[in-house]
T-cell receptor
Framework: EAGVTQFPSHSVIEKGQTVTLRCDPI?????LYWYRRVMGKEIKFLLHFVKESKQDESGMPNNRFLAERTGGTYSTLKVQPAELEDSGVYFC??????????????????FGPGTRLTVL | SQKIEQNSEALNIQEGKTATLTCNYTNYSPAYLQWYRQDPGRGPVFLLL?????KEKRKERLKVTFDTTLKQSLFHITASQPADSATYLCALLRFSNSGYALNFGKGTSLLVTP
């Protein structure tokens, strides 16, 4: 079974340009998460999709970031226009939705290899 | 505010010894604490989850303990091997009205030498 894949693996762009990152989750995983790690900092949550709906986007830094998940399959994260501080590694993770109503059941998140974004 | 702290200094140990990594946290309740392994150029890989009503979890050579009074988890790798060299991340679930996501610590780098 294929894991979470991300494209591209590395992107170098100039300040002011636009970049689009793509994430393909594990088939059947309705939960999709975006995280980011900037240099010297911890991995931080950006947003969470359940199928095509944005469940939580409280971690998105500002309105230069736009995430979509049309059809509830793959997701894209667009940065427009990119700034120097957007440099870092962007991770995507997916998990199954599960558990009975009224009960909390945590399903493991599977991470992709990340996209390293360098803004010059 | 919620915080997760891991020892930022790298841990160097000799093969065969037990590696012990520490994770301290504040303001997580309920606490669902996880340990991940991350290798260079790769994403984090889930290892173990321990809930606040559990004191210990084991998986092969891995053992995690959880002290909710101290707000601390210890992660042990017994009979360590050079292949265990990696960065180990502590993470806790952050709950909100919208669902949950992971908050990570900065990670501790482990180097196991032959």
């Amino acid at each position: 079974e294929a894991g979470v894949t991300q494209f591209p693996s590395h992107s170098v762009i100039e300040k002011g340009q636009t970049v689009t990152l793509r994430c393909d989750p594990i088939s059947g995983h309705d939960n999709l998460y975006w995280y980011r790690r900037v240099m010297g900092k911890e991995i931080k949550f950006l947003l969470h999709f359940v199928k095509e709906s944005k469940q939580d986007e409280s971690g998105m830094p500002n309105n230069r970031f736009l995430a979509e998940r049309t059809g509830g399959t793959y997701s894209t994260l667009k940065v427009q226009p990119a700034e120097l501080e957007d440099s870092g590694v962007y991770f995507c993770a997916s998990s199954q939705v599960g558990g009975s109503v009224g009960a909390f059941y945590y399903n493991e998140q599977f991470f992709g290899p990340g996209t390293r974004l360098t803004v010059l | 505010s919620q915080k997760i702290e891991q020892n930022s200094e790298a841990l160097n140990i000799q093969e065969g010894k037990t590696a012990t990594l520490t994770c301290n946290y504040t303001n997580y309740s309920p606490a669902y604490l996880q340990w991940y392994r991350q290798d260079p150029g790769r994403g984090p890989v889930f290892l173990l989850l321990i809930r606040e009503n559990e004191k210990e979890k084991r998986k092969e050579r891995l053992k995690v303990t959880f002290d909710t009074t101290l707000k601390q988890s210890l992660f042990h790798i017994t009979a360590s091997q050079p292949a265990d060299s990696a960065t180990y991340l502590c993470a806790l679930l952050r709950f909100s009205n919208s669902g949950y996501a992971l908050n990570f610590g900065k990670g501790t780098s482990l180097l196991v030498t032959p």
